[in-house]
């Protein structure tokens, strides 16, 4: 069970917002940072501050030995075979449009297909869009049940011999459902396509293994895991890895140039041209650090418990609709309230110190799929608690006197 003085280690929540104890319920769009991040971060800006594969004198070596220990890290965190499967990226988007933009042009052209569903976010989508329009390939869609989970038997329909990527969130930053993406990949594996796995919402919340999913890539952000802003990581298989180009050019990922041809470093190297985000990663390390310590099964526990905590307590309020499955597995519920825009429902809740989304969080098509311009969201992580559910009910119910709604 996790403690509560696990709360006492993020200074950020140690403040009132409105005159009130701060309740963050954002945690899908970021995630707090524990002191223990905070001051890896500030050590190395005291004492390793270099750039990194470069010098050969002290901060070099110690820049060095802090940032690819946190790729070794990374790598054992989510069980890649090594550590030149792990590409540092500014984080998930990044990752994704590096798959699209120099791995998708080598393997897909005109007629073609490339599978994702209706609920990924925008940054799963355009760059497949982009590719589609470039290559003159079909963009497909599985279908989504009401609850928004899909079925296997029509990602059995949908995906064909004609499909050579299928790109889907392991979870879903709206609707809290979680994908079975391991039988995803055995499905677009049986057809000769390779499967590419947003996994911006799922790494920080439950334990992942991209061996036993057998992904081919597999995209996530530091920064809801606990890491700082702008350092995030792609996961790609090894020998897919070695046959894509790089996408960006210039020091650091070169091997030899000459006036008119260059050739490129070994993996993981060949894809992080230019000074990488040190900090970043040193931070990404101390993260791991940190949820490791407490053991990502005893957060996905502690989750799946909050969520079932605030279905029932937001089922209670009249006119309070909920989207997404029942008995979700991660800690992220998205709601209307009657006909208050999803913006004043957020205003009157910031006025009582509780932070949560409102907007179509950056995934239009699901907006439009759900027949409303935008939702509210509340997502949890591991130092959230009953108690700051019991409080955002409070204050919905408040919201709907604000309004003058009738109460149930």
């Given at each position: ?11 950020i929540?140690?403040?009132n ?5 701060l ?12 002191r ?7 050590s ?14 002290t ?5 060095t030995d802090?940032?690819?220990?946190a ?8 069980n890649?075979?090594?550590?030149q ?8 988007t ?6 699209a ?43 989504l049940q009401p ?8 990602a ?6 004609q ?6 969130a ?7 459902v ?12 049986r ?15 439950m ?12 995209a996530?952000?530091?920064?809801k895991m606990l ?7 792609l ?26 041809e ?18 970043g990663?040193?931070g990404l ?6 949820l490791q ?11 799946t418990?909050?969520a ?15 989207y ?21 429902v ?13 907007g ?12 409303v311009?935008?939702t ?33």
């Amino acid at each position: 069970m996790i403690s509560s003085s696990i709360r006492e280690q993020f200074p950020i929540l140690n403040q009132n917002i409105n005159g009130h104890p701060l309740v963050y319920l954002d945690n899908a769009a970021t995630s707090q940072k524990p002191r223990q991040v905070i001051e890896a971060v500030k050590s190395y800006y005291e004492w390793d501050n270099a750039n990194v594969h470069r010098g050969v004198h002290t901060l070099g070596s110690r820049a060095t030995d802090a940032y690819e220990g946190a790729r070794e890290k990374l790598a054992k965190f989510i069980n890649a075979r090594s550590t030149q499967e792990i590409i540092f990226t500014r984080g998930t988007t990044t990752a994704l449009n590096i798959v699209a933009s120099s791995y998708g042009p080598s393997v897909v052209g005109e007629g073609d297909e490339i599978v994702i569903t209706q609920m990924e976010h925008h940054s799963n989508l355009i760059p497949w869009q982009q590719l589609a329009k470039k290559t003159g390939a079909t963009l497909k869609y599985i279908p989504l049940q009401p609850d928004g989970t899909i079925l296997l038997v029509d990602a059995e329909k949908t995906i064909t011999d004609q499909t050579k990527i299928v790109a889907i969130a392991y979870v879903s930053n709206v609707m809290g459902v979680t994908h079975p993406v391991k039988e995803l990949a055995a499905i677009a594996h049986r057809h000769g396509a390779i499967i590419v796995v947003d996994g911006a919402q799922s790494t920080p919340h439950m334990k992942v293994d991209v061996q036993d999913l057998d992904c081919d890539f597999y995209a996530l952000s530091g920064h809801k895991m606990l890491a700082p802003t702008g350092i995030g990581a792609l996961y790609g298989k090894k020998a897919l890895l070695e046959a894509m180009e790089p996408v960006e050019f210039g020091g650091e990922m070169i091997d030899d140039v000459g006036l008119y041809e260059s050739t490129w470093k070994e993996l993981p190297w060949k894809f992080e041209g230019g000074t990488p985000i040190i900090a970043g990663a040193v931070g990404l390390g101390a993260a791991i650090d940190f949820l490791q310590e407490i053991g990502l099964d005893e957060i996905h526990r502690h989750e799946t418990k909050l969520a079932a905590y605030a279905e029932h307590r937001l089922s209670e309020i009249s006119g309070l609709s909920l989207y997404g499955p029942r008995n979700r597995e991660v800690g992220v519920i998205t709601f209307n309230l009657g006909d208050v825009h999803p913006h004043d429902v957020a205003t009157v809740l910031d006025a009582e110190g509780i932070a949560i989304r409102a907007g179509h969080h950056c995934c239009q098509p699901l907006m439009r799929w759900l027949e409303v311009s935008s939702t509210a969201r509340a997502s949890f992580y591991l130092y959230n608690n009953e108690s700051e559910i019991d409080l955002l009910v409070a204050a919905l119910i408040k919201t709907k006197e604000y309004f003058a709604y009738e109460l149930g």
